[in-house]
C-alpha cells in the first residue's frame, strides 16, 4: 500500500521564476492539504482540495494556488518566486473533507536563489 | 486564530529516560494530532487524539479538551525517538485547517 509520494525531492528556483510541486495521496484518500515548513519552524497551512476545490485557505497570498485532479493527485503552484519560499512542502492525504488522521509525504525542498 | 503552545521547546535526555511533552490550545478544536519529524524531514502520525487517552507501545497520548492541552508520554526512551514532535490542531470554527505547534525538539543520548 502506497504512501502519500510527492515529487521532485528537490528543487532549485531563481527569484521570479514559477515552480510546480506534486503530490499522490495514499491508496484509498481523497483530500489533499499542502504546507509549508521554514527551518525550525512548524508547517503552516496552505490549503486543502477536496472533490477537485480549494475547500480551506491559509494565510497564503494569490501566488500560491492550486490544483486537484479527477484521481485525487494534486499540484501545488507558486508564482514569482521570492526568496522568502524558500521551504520544505509538505503533502498530506486524509480521507473525507472532515476530521480525520492526516499521512505526510516526505516533502519537497525548495530553494529560491 | 486559534493558538497552539508546545513545551518545553527543547528536550535533551539520557536513553532510557521518561519524558512528558505538552501542547496547549487557545480555543475549542474538532480533532488533535501528534506527529514525530525525524532527522529526514519525515512527519509520522503518533495519534489521533481529540479527547480521551490512547497508549502504542511505550508512547502514550491524553487529550483534556474541555482544558484546552494535551499531553504526550515517552517512556524508556530510545536514540531513534529524537527529533520534532509537533501536536496539530483543527480549528473549530474553520473546519479542515490545521495549526500546528513550533514543535518540541527531543535529543535522546546514547
Known amino acids: 500500500d502506497a504512501g502519500v509520494t510527492q515529487s521532485p525531492t528537490h528543487l532549485i528556483k531563481t527569484r521570479g521564476q514559477q515552480v510546480t510541486l506534486r503530490c499522490s495521496p495514499k491508496s484509498g484518500h481523497d483530500t489533499v492539504s499542502w504546507y509549508q515548513q521554514a527551518l525550525g519552524q512548524g508547517p503552516q497551512f496552505i490549503f486543502q482540495?477536496?472533490?477537485?476545490?480549494?475547500?480551506q485557505r491559509g494565510n497564503f497570498p494569490d501566488r500560491f494556488s492550486g490544483h486537484q485532479f479527477p484521481n485525487y493527485s494534486s499540484e501545488l503552484n507558486v508564482n514569482a518566486l521570492l526568496l522568502g519560499d524558500s521551504a520544505l512542502y509538505l503533502c498530506?492525504?486524509?480521507?473525507?473533507?472532515?476530521?480525520?488522521?492526516?499521512?505526510f509525504g516526505s516533502g519537497t525542498q525548495l530553494s529560491v536563489l | 486564530g486559534i493558538q497552539v503552545e508546545q513545551s518545553p521547546p527543547d528536550l535533551i535526555l539520557q536513553e532510557g529516560a521518561n519524558s512528558t511533552l505538552r501542547c496547549n490550545f487557545s480555543?475549542?478544536?474538532?480533532?488533535l494530532q501528534w506527529f514525530h519529524q525525524n532527522p529526514w524531514g519525515q512527519l509520522i502520525n503518533l495519534f489521533y487524539i481529540p479527547s480521551g487517552t490512547k497508549q502504542n507501545g511505550r508512547l502514550s497520548a491524553t487529550t483534556v479538551a474541555t482544558e484546552r492541552y494535551s499531553l504526550l508520554y515517552i517512556s524508556s526512551s530510545q536514540t531513534t525517538d529524537s527529533g520534532v514532535y509537533f501536536c496539530?490542531?483543527?480549528?473549530?470554527?474553520?473546519?479542515?485547517?490545521?495549526?500546528f505547534g513550533s514543535g518540541t525538539r527531543l535529543s535522546i543520548r546514547p
Open positions: 496539530a490542531v483543527e480549528e473549530y470554527s474553520s473546519a479542515s485547517k490545521i495549526i
Open positions: 498530506a492525504s486524509s480521507r473525507g473533507q472532515g476530521s480525520e488522521k492526516l499521512f
Open positions: 482540495y477536496y472533490e477537485e476545490e480549494e475547500r
Open positions: 480555543d475549542s478544536v474538532n480533532n
